[in-house]
């Protein structure tokens, strides 16, 4: 199984800063990755998949970047309403064994 | 749209079912139809997804000791999720999603407790 370290656990950051958000994957998963963005009470949404590849009405603060093991989501200009829970996911595999990252809180300072 | 339905309460050893209703796109379309829980207070993670042909693909931690299925009826444009032989740990908000390669729509979620 290919196991996904996210970092940090939590992430303080002001509005207007840029915050970066990483994510590590045990062995190489190409491309195949995705991030989502979770608030409470909500099912997460879809950001980026192919690492790098905004989702349909993703605004264009959100950048996803990275291949092989090591991959980042950055915010470039951080707006109220991305103070939320992100999680990366891999999908390399066939047949497919997807597995989550443990989440990254981004939280105000 | 996706929407879970099924008991909120299922007893511990007894089989956990849901189904996902989906709307305003055919589950016959060229994608993947999937299962991801997450506990509460806790993480994502992925029980499995399906075809519409019925190919399915399951997590190994579930799949090894043989509690899962994933079932799929393009007459009512509904997928389903069985669970069996549940304890307290399988209590999660079960969601419904569309996709592989990345979730792009999800359901509301639904919160499944496993107590007696």
């Known amino acids: 199984e290919i196991v996904m370290t996210q970092s940090p656990a939590t992430l303080s950051v002001s509005p207007g800063e840029r915050a970066t958000l990483s994510c590590r994957a045990s062995?190489?998963?190409?491309?195949?990755l995705a991030w989502s963005q979770q608030k409470p009470g909500q099912a997460p949404r879809l950001l980026i998949y192919g690492a790098s590849t905004r989702a349909t009405g993703i605004p264009a603060r959100f950048s996803g970047s990275g291949s092989g093991t090591e991959f980042t989501l950055t915010i470039s200009s951080l707006q109220s309403e991305d103070f939320a829970v992100y999680y990366c996911h891999q999908y390399d595999n066939w047949p497919p064994v997807i597995t989550f990252g443990q989440g990254t809180r981004l939280e105000i300072k | 749209l996706l929407q879970e339905s099924g008991p909120g309460l299922v007893k511990p050893s007894e089989t956990l079912s849901l189904t996902c209703t989906v709307s305003g796109a055919s589950i016959s379309s060229a994608d993947y139809w999937g299962w991801i829980r997450q506990p509460p207070g806790k993480g994502l993670e992925w029980i499995g997804s399906i075809f519409h042909t019925g190919s399915t693909h399951y997590n190994p931690s579930l799949k090894t000791k043989s509690r899962v299925s994933i079932s799929v009826d393009t007459s009512k444009n509904q997928f389903s999720l069985r669970l069996t032989s549940v304890t307290a740990t399988d209590t999660a908000v079960y969601y419904c999603?569309?996709?592989?390669?990345?979730?792009?729509?999800w359901g509301q979620g639904t919160l499944v407790t496993v107590s007696s």
């Open positions: 999603a569309r996709g592989l390669a990345g979730f792009d729509y």
């Open positions: 062995q190489s998963v190409s491309s195949n």
